[in-house]
Nanobody, 114 residues
Framework: QVQLEESGGGLVQAGDSLRLSCAAS?????MGWFRQAPGKEREFLAR????????TYANSVKGRFTISGDRVKNTVYLQMNSLKPEDTAVYYC??????????WGQGTQVTVSS
């Protein structure tokens, strides 16, 4: 059983930056970030695939959000720049241990005011 602990959410103004962190309690194959806005489906944002050394992004955040991490520490970060009100959502960390995204964090709220 792997537990994920997210941190870094909060209330910011449009144009501000925020960095989210997620620490896993055990080794993972890859870790990523998703978000879910009120009334919308959960949306993939970015993934860091440790073994392949590849990061992938959703087109909606490419260029504004950057995923990074430390495989040894089982930690992944999401640097979010130029935040917009439409980025307001609950942000979730996901980790793949035996299957893709089989572990999820509790989520952290990000609110961007205009």
């Amino acid at each position: 059983q792997v537990q994920l602990e997210e941190s870094g959410g909060g209330l910011v103004q449009a144009g501000d930056s925020l960095r989210l962190s997620c620490a896993a309690s055990g080794p993972t194959l890859n870790m990523g970030w998703f978000r879910q806005a009120p009334g919308k489906e959960r949306e993939f944002l970015a993934r860091n695939m440790w073994i392949a050394g590849i990061t992938t992004y959703a087109n909606s955040v490419k260029g504004r959000f950057t995923i990074s991490g430390d495989r040894v520490k089982n930690t992944v970060y999401l640097q979010m720049n130029s935040l917009k009100p439409e980025d307001t959502a609950v942000y979730y960390c996901a980790a793949s241990v035996r299957r893709q995204d089989d572990y999820w964090g509790q989520g952290t709220q990000v609110t961007v005011s205009s």
